[in-house]
């Protein structure tokens, strides 16, 4: 008998391209992740519903017990929610405190659990602040035009961050089709050669080149019907953090333009270099 219960699916984006895994872990598996994941807003929502959520359930039992609490009105949900509050927070104001060992009991009960609520968010708020940031933007489109008289395709990424990227690689590569003599197809990421993968320090912008050959089969699958997916993936080491920086962004067909060529995003002002994230997307059709 098939199972009634629903696989879960997990959204996967790579940097516009959209898949999904079916079958895999529940998120509540892998809780540091998922928060990890969360945007700011979200993970601010989800700590205030929980520490919502633990003084409710403690202001309740505080309640429930008249006379645990000295100075609390007997069977007072808002006098034992506000205490809960005091005491989950180690404020303890000093007007209201447990009176009896059932009080301090359950007292310490709740500051047991809020020495593990604030470590947990301590830790998770510094992390946040702490991991890495995207500091590469990709230009929404990708070219096929003439690089040096050749043709080439072509990707544009610059750094947005005031420090140099040292070290950086990139990789370009291409969703291709397999068809297999018995009739089944399946798909693999092969990666293209670049004219130049290697970048020793990158401060503006980086331009992927990739030389086409007569005959490529890539230019086939893109002047084509099926699916077609062109990814580009750069890392370099940040010099003023000292942490590893990674950038990815994927195309579809719609996004790459043929005999197109990018538009000039470096100028010199008076012997200062200037770079144009405005016009970092920007291209122009090559003449007939």
């Excluded at 609520?117 to 890495?132: C, E, K, S, V």
């Excluded at 990707?155 to 947005?160: K, L």
């Excluded at 062109?230 to 067909?253: E, K, N, P």
Aim: glycine share 10%.
């Amino acid at each position: 008998m098939p199972s009634l219960k629903r696989p879960h699916r997990q959204r996967i984006d790579l940097g516009g391209f959209l898949a999904f895994k079916v079958g895999g872990p529940h998120p509540l598996s892998d809780l540091y992740y998922r928060t990890m994941e969360m945007t700011w807003p979200s993970f601010v929502g989800l700590v205030t519903l929980v520490f919502i959520g633990i003084n409710v359930v403690f202001g309740a039992i505080y309640a429930s017990f008249p006379g645990a609490i000295a100075n609390a009105a007997p069977h007072s949900f808002a006098d034992g929610f506000f205490f809960s509050v005091e005491t989950l927070a180690t404020v303890g104001y000093g007007n209201m405190a447990p009176a009896s060992h059932l009080g301090h009991s359950i007292a310490a009960c709740e500051i047991l659990l809020g020495l593990f609520f604030t470590a947990t968010n301590t830790g998770l708020i510094f992390a946040r602040f702490a991991r890495p940031r995207a500091s590469i933007v990709f230009s929404k489109v990708a070219v096929v035009g003439l690089y040096r008289g050749e043709p080439a395709l072509m990707v544009r990424m610059a750094s947005i961050r005031t420090r140099p990227l040292a070290d950086v690689t990139a990789q370009l590569s291409w969703l291709q089709r397999v068809d297999e003599p018995n009739g089944g197809t399946y798909r693999r990421l092969v990666e293209l050669p670049l004219v130049h993968s290697h970048n020793p320090m990158l401060s503006l912008s980086w331009t992927l080149v990739h030389l086409l050959e007569p005959g490529s089969e890539l230019l086939k699958a893109l002047l084509g019907n099926d699916r077609f997916i062109l990814a580009a993936m750069v890392g370099g080491l940040d010099t003023l953090l000292a942490t590893q920086s990674l950038g990815g962004h994927s195309y579809g067909r719609k996004d790459v333009l043929i005999d197109h060529q990018f538009a000039d995003v470096v100028t010199d002002v008076e012997g200062i270099l200037h770079l144009d994230l405005r016009r970092l997307h920007e291209t122009r059709a090559l003449d007939a």
